[in-house]
């Protein structure tokens, strides 16, 4: 069974960082693209980064560009996302989404999501 | 303000048959295929529709995705208590390199 278990939410003060994980079980992660998406309280969805089967090619939403940095460890079938200089506008649940590996990019399996306050 | 267009709110009595629309651009919808999720009050979202028109396994035939020029839509046919939900379509831009998402569209079953 497919799971993506992310951790590492909480509050944290603007200005702060945090280190958010996505943990991958139950398929070849190192056969997959791999994505953050965000949703802010009472929001729509908003897509964050995208990082390679290999790690190799990343791309960013202008909005996090510059602070956030995606990474993966496919020997620890693990994704992460280290979030620098936090505003209060990245307050959201963020959720891991795997990249299906069928022809076409969507996202087949999306984790549980974790919170992440930025407030004083 | 979202890349892709969505009306915020549809609705339908149960049984009914609704229709919600989608509407980019040519560096999105009109050169990539589109997807829909759905998210239930409290949950992650969960894919509905991709590539267009394809349902993954274990989704009702009740749905069904289409798409035309820049354009997309979700139908959802013999409407239930259970389809009261929010929708998202989402596409790949070629522009932005990134996934753009509608703001989605909060279904109530009347």
């Known amino acids: 069974e497919v799971q993506l278990v992310e951790s590492g939410g909480g509050l944290v003060q603007p200005g702060g960082s945090l280190r958010l994980s996505c943990a991958a079980s139950?398929?070849?992660?190192?056969?997959?693209?791999m994505n953050w998406v965000r949703q802010a309280p009472g929001k729509g969805l908003e897509w964050v980064s995208y990082i390679s089967s290999s790690g190799s090619t990343i791309y960013y939403a202008d909005s996090v560009k510059g602070r956030f940095t995606i990474s993966r460890d496919n020997a620890k079938n693990s994704l992460y996302l280290q979030m620098n200089s936090l505003r209060a506008e990245d307050t959201a649940v963020y959720y891991c989404?795997?990249?299906?590996?069928?022809?076409?990019?969507?996202?087949?399996?999306w984790g549980q999501g974790t919170l992440v306050t930025v407030s004083s | 303000q979202s890349v892709l267009t969505q009306p915020p709110s549809a609705s339908g009595t149960p049984g009914q048959r609704v229709t919600i629309s989608c509407s980019g651009s040519s560096s999105n919808i009109g050169s990539n295929t589109v997807n829909w999720y759905q998210q239930l009050p409290g949950t992650a979202p969960k894919l509905l529709i991709y590539?267009?028109?394809q349902r993954p396994s274990g989704v009702p035939d009740r749905f069904s995705g289409s798409k035309s020029g820049t354009s997309a839509s979700l139908a959802i046919s013999g409407l239930q208590s259970e389809d009261e939900a929010d929708y998202y379509c989402a596409a790949w831009d070629d522009s932005l390199n990134g996934e753009v998402f509608g703001g989605g569209t909060k279904l109530t079953v009347l």
């Open positions: 139950g398929f070849t992660f190192s056969s997959y693209e």
């Open positions: 989404a795997r990249v299906a590996a069928a022809a076409g990019y969507y996202f087949d399996y």
């Open positions: 590539s267009n028109n």
